[in-house]
């Protein structure tokens, strides 16, 4: 959808920039070690969001708005420590097999 | 026995060799610290300008020699909004502040992140 530079944020921008906020305020409460990977999947996947998806796709966009706030509170629970089992198309970051 | 007793009645004590002594005695400078500290601890103007400037300076995609107190994150810095939105957390860990995202999204450049950090009565 295009990383606005300067200019004025559209409603649905601030959106996905509060979403990001709410992700990266979630990795926080992480320890350190995961919230670097989390970290550093959100920034990927935010980023190739940005550049892939035609901007005026509202529905696309709503769509991918809605699993992420879902993703988020998944990622809330104490008990969720990385974001593998929310991106499944992701390579495996905490299964460690141990 | 009379007569020491008048002696020592007008006897004085030169009072001003205490008051002279006394000052070396007493660590001023931390009583007075503790006591600015205990009432306004807000940071100075100067104090959050370079804690700021470090933090951008810090951060991965900013070339550090650009920085100035004056750069807009965005135009001057080359960075884009997701880019803004992790420098303003940065600076919330920094000073131990949350922005709630209506003040957030406001903050694109250097000069308003320190108006807000400054005027901030809870930075730390």
Known sequence: ??????????????????????????????PEEERRKIESILSEEFRRNSKQVDRKNFIYIEYLLRRGKKQLDQLKDPGTTGLSSLQVHLPQTNKRGH | MALR?????????????????????????????SMSSHGDDHLSKEEVIERVLSVVK????????KVTPDV????????????????????????KLEIPDKEADKIDSLSLAIEYIHNHPMAS
């Open chain 2, 58 to 65: 810090d951060f991965p995609k900013v070339d550090p020699s």
């Open chain 2, 72 to 95: 807009h994150f965005q135009k001057d810095l080359g960075l884009d909004s997701l880019d803004n939105v992790e420098i303003v957390m940065a600076l919330e860990e920094e000073f």
């Open chain 1, 1 to 30: 959808m295009g990383i606005s530079r300067g200019a004025r944020l559209s409603g649905m921008q601030k959106q996905v920039l509060s979403l990001y906020r709410g992700f990266l305020r979630a990795a926080r409460s992480k």
């Open chain 2, 5 to 33: 007793a008048a002696i020592l009645r007008h006897v004085r004590v030169p009072v001003q060799t205490l008051s002279l002594t006394a000052p070396k005695s007493i660590p001023w400078g931390s009583f007075l610290r």
